[in-house]
């Protein structure tokens, strides 16, 4: 039995290698930017005040690409240009999937295969707005002015999160 989970234990060190290793002052540092910069992002939405409980549910998203910002700083994935673009197409792509799709089973999928397709002609992959696109579809959102609130404002608070965590790992640096 020893013999079997030890096998299973190093199959799964194969197939997910150990994460790089970060001091406790890094990880700190994330955790704070990002619950900083969900933070901004929910009280925009609450003084805003014009969403649903199910629109609301965008802010996952938000989240997810916050965590990112401050995890991979460095990465074209998670650029403040990327992160406006490919968060607009998805909004965009999703509207025009609950307007024409009254089935949220088939508009799902193609809101999903609408947005991968659009970021890769666009040359903006930003992977967070994939699930922008499934939640908006989710929530039946059509109206566009949903792609300037909350979707281009809180990708402006995740831009500004973006310059000043780079503008912090730059100034830490020397």
């Given at each position: 039995m020893k013999n079997i989970f030890n096998k299973?234990?190093?199959?799964?060190?194969?197939?997910?290698?150990?994460?790089?290793?970060?001091?406790?002052?890094?990880?700190?540092?994330?955790?704070?930017?990002?619950?900083?910069?969900?933070?901004?992002?929910?009280?925009?939405?609450?003084?805003?005040?014009?969403?649903?409980?199910?629109?609301?549910?965008?802010?996952?998203?938000?989240?997810v690409s916050a965590l990112c910002i401050f995890l991979f700083p460095?990465?074209?994935?998670?650029?403040?240009?990327?992160?406006?673009?490919?968060?607009?197409?998805?909004?965009c792509v999703a509207f025009i999937c609950v307007y024409l799709i009254s089935s949220i089973s088939v508009g799902i999928p193609v809101a999903v295969i609408g947005t991968i397709v659009g970021m890769y002609l666009l040359g903006c992959m930003h992977p967070p707005a994939v699930f922008l696109s499934i939640f908006i579809v989710m929530a039946g959102t059509n109206s566009y002015d949903f792609a300037w609130h909350p979707v281009l404002v809180d990708s402006l608070v995740l831009v500004l999160a973006s310059f000043l965590n780079k503008a912090l790992i730059k100034r830490s640096l020397g």
């Amino acid at each position: 039995m020893k013999n079997i989970f030890n096998k299973l234990i190093n199959f799964f060190h194969q197939i997910a290698p150990p994460q790089d290793q970060y001091s406790w002052f890094d990880r700190l540092l994330v955790s704070i930017g990002v619950g900083l910069t969900i933070f901004a992002i929910a009280l925009l939405n609450l003084l805003w005040g014009d969403m649903t409980q199910d629109e609301n549910m965008v802010t996952a998203v938000f989240g997810v690409s916050a965590l990112c910002i401050f995890l991979f700083p460095n990465s074209k994935f998670f650029s403040p240009l990327t992160l406006i673009e490919a968060n607009l197409l998805a909004s965009c792509v999703a509207f025009i999937c609950v307007y024409l799709i009254s089935s949220i089973s088939v508009g799902i999928p193609v809101a999903v295969i609408g947005t991968i397709v659009g970021m890769y002609l666009l040359g903006c992959m930003h992977p967070p707005a994939v699930f922008l696109s499934i939640f908006i579809v989710m929530a039946g959102t059509n109206s566009y002015d949903f792609a300037w609130h909350p979707v281009l404002v809180d990708s402006l608070v995740l831009v500004l999160a973006s310059f000043l965590n780079k503008a912090l790992i730059k100034r830490s640096l020397g």
